[in-house]
């Protein structure tokens, strides 16, 4: 029987967040990955957080992204309630240029791991998802695979024209 492929959690902390996290929705559904989003707030829903993730893992998930700006504090929060890996997104917002949620997300003390991409990375939190469920699936591997070659043969292409415009024979 075919296994049922892990969701992809996606939190954000406001709204405010939502074309941020739009782009990691995108290309989970690039690779066909299921997902499911909500808005909500370390600080503002934090019981609702934590009840998410204390049946995260019985409810099907795989991987936890939380994308959250200024005082960061949602990956955490839901580390500290899953041991499902988590994905935090800095996101860019008040005055600080993401720096302020950069380093909130990315500080975690030892023992409640977060692993944080750049300020506003989420394709990269979403392709990281994608690599942690595709350790159980060949298929989901091989879709990796495949996007590496191409985003290399892209690069090859702009090359091939750069080097034909500037490079004297
Ligand atoms: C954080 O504060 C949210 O994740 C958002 O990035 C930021 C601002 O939230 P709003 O005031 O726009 O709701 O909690």
Do not use: Y
């Amino acid at each position: 029987m075919e296994k049922k492929m892990k969701k992809v959690a996606l939190i954000m902390g406001s709204d405010s967040d939502l074309p941020i996290v739009k782009k990691a929705a995108e290309t989970l559904d690039a690779f066909g990955v299921p997902f499911e989003a909500h808005v909500w707030s370390a600080h503002r829903t934090p019981e609702a957080v934590r009840n998410f993730c204390l049946s995260a893992r019985e409810n099907g998930f795989g991987v936890i992204i939380a994308a959250a700006g200024m005082a960061a504090h949602l990956a955490g929060a839901i580390a500290a309630n899953t041991t499902l890996p988590v994905i935090g997104i800095p996101v860019k917002s008040g005055n600080l240029g993401g720096v302020d949620a950069l380093l909130s997300t990315v500080q975690m003390p030892s023992g409640i791991p977060v692993a944080t991409v750049a300020v506003d990375g989420a394709v990269n939190a979403a392709l990281l998802s994608v690599e942690i469920l595709s350790l159980s699936d060949d298929n989901l591997a091989a879709k990796l695979a495949e996007k590496r070659a191409a985003d290399s043969a892209k690069v090859f292409e702009k090359n091939r024209s750069v080097e034909e415009e500037l490079n004297k024979k």
